[in-house]
């Protein structure tokens, strides 16, 4: 169940922040409301999730899906560049993670 809430905290991280896009500057209304809704569920449900998982796993995990779902949404919806750069960068972000967690193992 943990790992259920950190994903949808994550999710709701991703969907503000693609919100935070789609406000443009805070001119469009319902896109600039949506960043604090999504934000505070993604807040409150890493607060549950750090109940019962290690915060430097949850964050870790949190960071990096966080950032390669913005990517992945940025290249194919908002048509940004996809570069080498960014995928090798990812990959490293991914690395890391699942160097945390096998260096967390008990």
């Known amino acids: 169940m943990t790992w259920v809430l ?21 001119r469009n209304p319902l896109p600039s409301v949506l960043i604090f809704v999504f934000y505070a569920a993604a807040f409150g449900l890493l607060t549950l999730t750090l ?6 796993i949850a964050y ?9 779902l913005t990517v992945v949404i940025g290249v194919l919806w908002f048509e940004e ?19 945390l967690n096998l ?4």
């Open 6 to 26: 950190l994903l949808a905290a994550i999710g709701f991280e991703v969907a503000g922040t693609v919100c935070m896009k789609l406000s443009d500057g805070f």
């Open 81 to 99: 560049a996809l570069t080498m750069l960014k995928l090798v960068s990812v990959a490293l972000v991914i690395a890391g993670i699942v160097g």
């Open 60 to 68: 870790a995990v949190w960071a990096g899906i966080g950032t390669g």
């Open 103 to 106: 260096g967390g193992a008990h």
């Open 51 to 56: 109940k019962r998982m290690e915060l430097s």
